[in-house]
């Protein structure tokens, strides 16, 4: 299967600072990466749909202001939690989709821990 | 009622053992359908896809019931490494994709 790659794994910082996490397609163009969060024991749950050169679709509740996301080109999309607080602590994971896969292809994840 | 259903389990059998786990979905426009595994604090892994005419991959089966707006995935002679929590997903033309809650199945020694 295809690869995405995601960056950092793992980031703990302080309550109020900002967390940028990267997520990229290695070896096919996304033309559509979602962006997941996961609480213990929880199911995954969309945040936001990101497509390439356009702004991103957000899911009910959450606040595009506060996870900024950013597909500026075909092979990677930017998650940036805003003023992270203890609550925003999740395991953050992207997924990819090319055009011509109708499968999704999900990175590693992302670690939260706000302090 | 959720689009995606499932039943959260867990499911508990011994080594050896044959397990089905079945999803329901809500949106009969939906036309792809997904078993993906996730293990405990991974991404999660994709199982197979499901076709119409149902398919196998070796010791899995998945099949689906268009009419009923059910999938189903069947494991057998269960392994250790097997214990994970499954997920039913499904897509509607163009969209997102919808995640059920998962299954979680433990394969005991």
């Known amino acids: 299967g295809a690869v995405v790659s995601q960056h950092p794994s793992r980031v703990i910082c302080k309550s109020g600072t900002s967390v940028k996490i990267e997520c990229r397609s290695l070896d096919f163009q996304a033309t559509t990466m979602f962006w997941y969060r996961q609480f213990p024991k929880k199911s995954l749950m969309l945040m936001a749909t990101?497509?390439?050169?356009?702004?991103?679709?957000?899911e009910q509740g959450v606040e595009k202001d506060k996870f900024l996301i950013n597909h500026a080109s075909l092979t990677l999309s930017t998650l940036t939690v805003t003023s992270a607080h203890p609550e925003d602590s999740s395991f953050y994971i992207c997924?990819?989709?090319?055009?011509?896969?109708?499968?999704?292809?999900f990175g590693p994840g992302t670690r939260l821990t706000v302090l | 009622r959720k689009e995606v259903e499932q039943d959260p389990g867990p499911f508990n059998v011994p080594e050896g053992a044959t397990v089905a786990f079945n999803c329901t979905y809500s949106?009969?426009?939906?036309?792809?359908f997904f078993w993906y595994r996730q293990d405990c604090r991974k991404e999660p892994k994709l199982l197979m896809s499901?076709?119409?005419s149902g398919n196998e991959d070796g010791r899995f089966t998945a099949q689906l019931n268009r009419a009923s707006q059910y999938i189903s995935l069947l494991i057998r002679d269960s392994k250790l490494s097997d214990s994970a929590t499954y997920l039913c997903?499904?897509?509607?033309?163009?969209?997102?994709?919808?995640f059920g809650p998962g299954t979680r199945l433990s394969v005991l020694p």
């Open positions: 990101s497509n390439e050169g356009s702004k991103a679709t957000y």
């Open positions: 949106n009969s426009a939906s036309q792809s």
């Open positions: 997903v499904v897509r509607r033309p163009g969209q997102n994709f919808v």
């Open positions: 499901v076709y119409s």
């Open positions: 997924s990819a989709v090319s055009g011509s896969h109708n499968e999704q292809f």
